[in-house]
């Protein structure tokens, strides 16, 4: 079954490839199932968070002398719109509107970027007021959760870049929407993660 | 997470009313209507919303009491809404939804059992 741009979104399927075992895009459906094992990835990084925070030498940092909830709070709020770029960046392909998806996928690879600097910028800031990975158990914990989340950020601002990169050499054409959206899911993923560390890690006392 | 009965079909309209965009469904389920990009922008003032109460509350004193259940609530709210919305599981084929709650329960399940035998609730 052969479907234009106008009918919305679209699976390989249903682009004219072979069909699957499932009648679903195979990449569609590794994305779902690595997606899945993500939580249990950052489940074990939260969770070992939860366990150490309380935890270290008494004396030493403690989570409330060094977290500034007011940055950390804009800094989510820019990763929230980012996720809202990227959604629109795959509704402007999937509609053929190619200017509008080049200007969304930067505007979400910025977004993300900025996200990143911020991260950069409170580790400094740790780093000076004495808060370092082997400082206490506090800090261990903290810098690895954080560190591999701004990992799975910088991978995502990379491949929004290329995705860019592509559609300006005229190499991403509205029958590979797919491709988008599967950098969107996983830029999504990201968001989502960032929810629960931001309620967990940052608000909850 | 919406369930199959909740789920537009081409013949059956949004159950939140909204504006949906697109055609068919596949026999594994997958309804492929996505919101318009009027929703979204919707979608995400509402998160910017739940952000700043958030961040709101965080700070009030008086209800030092219910703040971690307050905060988790929200959370809550905030991941169920870009994982349907913006990730379209809720218009997506039941195969991938079932994939990532599998991932997210047992997460959940394992963790909470790891928290518990390390006795964190005490502390």
């Known amino acids: 079954m052969v479907v234009t741009a106008s009918e919305g979104s679209h699976t390989e ?40 925070r309380g935890r270290s030498t008494p004396g030493t940092i403690t989570p409330s002398d060094v977290y500034d909830i007011l940055f950390t709070s804009v800094s989510s709020f820019v990763l929230l719109m980012s996720s809202l770029t990227m959604v629109l960046a795959l509704a402007a392909i999937q509609r053929g509107d190619h200017r509008r998806l080049r200007v969304w996928l930067l505007a979400t690879a910025l ?38 989340h701004g990992a799975h950020v910088t991978i995502g601002v990379l491949m929004l870049l290329s995705l860019w990169s592509l559609s300006v050499r005229g190499k991403l054409p509205t029958h590979r929407s797919e491709t988008v959206e599967l950098v969107g899911l996983y830029w999504h993923f990201v968001d989502v993660v960032w929810i629960v560390i931001f309620t967990l890690v940052y608000l909850i006392p | 997470m919406a369930t199959d009965t909740g789920t537009a079909s081409p013949d059956r309209p949004a159950p939140d009313g909204g504006a949906v965009v697109g055609g068919a469904t596949d026999e594994a389920g997958a309804h492929h209507k996505h919101p318009t990009e009027k929703k979204y922008i919707q979608i995400a003032l509402i998160l910017a919303v739940i952000t700043a109460i958030e961040v709101l509350v965080y700070y009030v004193e008086s209800i030092e009491d219910y703040l971690v259940a307050i905060l988790l609530t929200l959370s809550v ?9 913006f990730m379209h599981l809720r218009f ?12 997210l329960v047992l997460a959940v399940f394992v963790y909470t059992i790891v928290l518990t035998t390390f006795e964190i609730w005490k502390s």
């Open chain 1, 111 to 148: 977004l993300g970027g900025t996200f990143v600097a911020g991260q950069m910028y409170e580790f400094t800031i740790f780093y000076s007021e004495g808060l370092k990975i082997s400082t206490n158990l506090f800090g261990s914990s903290f810098f690895v959760l954080t560190g591999f």
């Open chain 2, 77 to 85: 709210i905030k991941f169920v809404i870009v994982v349907s919305y």
């Open chain 1, 13 to 52: 399927v249903e682009e004219g490839h072979p069909p699957t075992a499932t009648g679903l895009s195979n990449e569609k459906v590794a994305m779902w199932a690595f997606l899945g094992s993500e939580c249990l990835l950052f489940g074990a990084l939260i969770s070992t968070y939860l366990l150490f």
């Open chain 2, 92 to 103: 997506d084929s039941r195969l991938f939804r079932r994939l990532f709650i599998l991932g």
